[in-house]
């Protein structure tokens, strides 16, 4: 893999590229990986890290999105649970079935609404009884039925789900089951669908922590957010992936207009091993007061719950407010009386803006989740066309990428020549999930290492896990003072062989530390240290790299909650 100097000289050198996609979320990346694939030359770039916005913030589901089948989106649903088989063909090392529970407290309530929802009307949301939810639920599974790759839904009865789910509140008639995924890292999957983008074409480049900075006489400018030097490139085609920053990074290309409605998701990650021990490996979907649908699930020993959505202006300014944080533990209690949740037991929130369409709506959960694209002209000298990608998930983001590739390829002229649906992705390839056991022994067998430690590498790789235990064999799988489950060598890999560049990139985005809330000034120090060793960092870039670090982190701690939390029942969340 060439160094980060490298590629920026050659990207330099280069000066041109047939297609540069500002943006590095998913959407940038499939779009990247996609046109990649195709045989034509890419330039991402990313302001940030890659998967360092919306895309880095996710609920860490991937979905059909059951509840869009109320407002009549049946395109998007039926797309989505498509999208989800084959991410679970393609990424089995990163994408698993997950059983969803939904909580009915009625057997025929909120039938009505749901209807008038379905056909445009305007209803209260919440309330929704078994029965409609047995609807909503046969047309989800016959809508997955391409593919087919998770169980049926099925209904517990009021015994069978109390049972099964300790201390919820008791005036349930039943619960509703059905099967979607969860993938516990999404930012890593991000980072190895740019490598399978720069294996599938070496005349494709990938850089984060470069921003676009503005347009003069056709040629972009952009500018290394970590060395500071700037460049111009030329190009036949932009494609503006830019998430809930699209219309800021339209603005630096000459254009004028509103296309984004950003609305932000929060979320709260709990150290509550009694919390994490009722949920079990099931994700519980409960409805807090005003109806809005929230959920809490375990992942890495830690309790996810979420989430909110609220209208924002600033997507840079957004964090997880008091607001929202007594909202979450208000429903909790609501589906769990009596239940304790102290603030103290927040280990690590984390927030995202959902890059919707514009659209003049009142209420934010009547923005449409479906994808678009919008095609205008750079402004001034040789103009060239701007293709904007809105909306989109990260569940479809493949499909949604290779709609923008479509497009790319009519507008530069180019044919495709193969498909992404079947294309493995990372540590994806070759890889059978019922086969983990064997891979571990594998591993076990590269490093003489313990089946412990050769699992663990299984899961968070997958086929690529062999590469990795050969890195750390040879460099001495030393394991890190702070957290034993990662080593010192592992840690050297994601630097060299991943792009890392920033501690945040560590922490955040290649390993589960910040959000298992292992993102202590201890643990800053060690990865500043084994990072500063492998970039050859001097005493003070480590020190400013380690503040930079703490002043990032600073803003995903808990929040100040002045006053009692909210208690069940109260809305908590500006209108």
């Known amino acids: 893999m060439p160094s980060r100097g490298d590629i920026i000289k050659r990207v330099r050198k280069t000066g041109h590229f047939p297609v540069v996609i500002v943006g590095g979320g998913i959407n940038g990346i499939g779009t990247f990986r996609d046109l990649s694939a195709q045989g034509i030359d890419c330039l991402l770039v990313e302001k940030g890290d890659f998967c360092a916005g919306a895309s880095g913030a996710s609920s860490r589901m991937i979905h059909g999105g059951l509840k869009y089948l109320e407002s009549g989106e049946l395109r998007l649903v039926a797309e989505s649970v498509s999208e989800r088989n084959l991410l679970l063909r393609n990424a089995a090392h990163a994408v698993a079935p997950a059983e969803f529970l939904i909580l009915n407290r009625s057997w025929f309530g909120g039938t009505l609404h749901a209807m008038k929802r379905f056909f445009g009307g305007k209803a209260p949301l919440g309330g929704r009884g078994t029965f409609i939810t047995a609807v909503g639920l046969f047309a989800y599974d016959m809508l997955g039925m391409r593919n087919k ?26 619960a509703s089951s059905y099967y979607d995924c969860l993938i516990e890292q999404p930012e890593r999957l991000a980072v190895e669908l740019v490598l399978d983008g720069l294996s599938d074409n070496p005349g494709s480049a990938a850089l984060n922590h470069v921003s676009l900075i503005g347009l003069s006489d056709g040629r972009l400018r952009l500018r290394d957010e970590i ?37 932000k998701g929060s979320h709260i990650v709990l150290d509550h091993p009694e919390l994490a021990a009722r949920l079990g490996d099931a994700v519980l979907c409960f409805e807090a007061a005003d109806g809005r649908e929230c959920f809490a699930y375990v992942v890495f020993e830690r309790v996810v719950v979420g989430s909110s959505d609220i209208p924002v202006i600033d997507p840079d300014a957004v964090r997880c407010s008091p607001e929202e944080t007594r909202y979450l533990f ?14 103290e037991q927040i280990v690590y929130t984390y927030c995202g803006v959902r890059p919707l369409a514009h659209a003049p709506v009142e209420d934010p959960a009547e923005l449409s989740r479906s994808h678009a694209l919008v095609t205008s002209e750079a402004a001034g000298g040789r103009t060239f066309p701007i293709l904007s990608l809105i909306g989109g998930k990260w569940t479809t983001y493949r499909s949604f990428s290779e709609e923008a590739a479509d497009r790319a390829l009519k507008l530069l002229g180019a044919k495709r020549s193969k498909s992404t649906r079947t294309l493995a992705i990372g540590g994806g390839k070759d890889f059978d999930i019922r086969n983990r056991e064997r891979s571990a022994g594998e591993i076990r067998g590269i490093m003489q290492c313990s089946g412990e430690r050769a699992d663990t590498l299984v899961r968070r790789y997958g086929s690529r896990a062999a590469e990795v235990a050969r890195h750390c064999l040879a460099h001495g799988d030393t394991p890190l003072s702070t957290d034993r489950s990662y080593s010192i060598p592992e840690i050297d890999f994601l630097v060299n062989r991943e792009f890392a560049r920033r501690i945040c990139d560590i922490l955040k985005r290649r390993t589960s530390l910040a959000l298992r809330g292992l993102h202590t000034g201890e643990v800053i120090d060690e990865i500043a240290a084994i990072m500063g060793n492998a970039l050859h960092w001097d005493e003070a870039t480590m020190k400013r790299e380690a503040d930079l670090a703490r002043d990032e982190l600073a803003r995903f701690n808990l929040p100040e909650l002045d006053g ?12």
């Open 227 to 263: 060395e500071g030097a700037e460049w111009d490139v030329t190009t036949s085609l932009m494609i503006n992936a830019g998430g809930a920053w699209i219309d800021e990074v339209n603005r630096r290309a000459g254009q004028t207009g509103r296309l984004i409605s950003g609305t």
């Open 149 to 174: 790759a998770t169980p049926r839904s099925s209904i517990y009865s009021r015994a069978a789900i109390l049972r099964k789910i300790k201390g919820l509140r008791d005036n349930l008639v039943a």
């Open 564 to 575: 009692p939390l909210s208690k069940a029942g109260e809305r908590c969340l500006p209108t």
């Open 330 to 343: 208000a429903a909790l209690e609501h589906a769990f009386p009596g239940f304790t949740v102290k603030p």
